[in-house]
């Protein structure tokens, strides 16, 4: 089971980057950082359970970094949305 989360994990970061690498996606946008996200979460839980430190050192701030521009991503929808309702 393992090995599937990994390629799972794997899958979903690839998938943002070569989206992004390919301009079908924006560094920015919503789909990327969710992608990168749970990729990058997934991979570093995986990394907490089978104990490889450098690897979780690599997929936490990619997964803390992520998560961070995503809040802020979701912030700037919600104020912008409140704007335009008022």
Known sequence: ???????????LVLAGFALAQWGVL????????????????????DAVVEQQWGFLLLE??????S????VGVL???RRSNRGAAS
């Open 1 to 11: 089971m393992g090995i599937a989360i990994q390629i799972v994990g794997s899958l």
């Open 26 to 45: 924006n560094l920015k946008s919503l789909r990327y950082l969710v992608l990168n996200t749970a990729g990058s979460g997934v991979l570093a839980v």
């Open 60 to 65: 936490g701030v990619w997964a803390i970094v």
């Open 67 to 70: 998560a961070f521009s995503l």
């Open 75 to 77: 912030r700037s929808k």
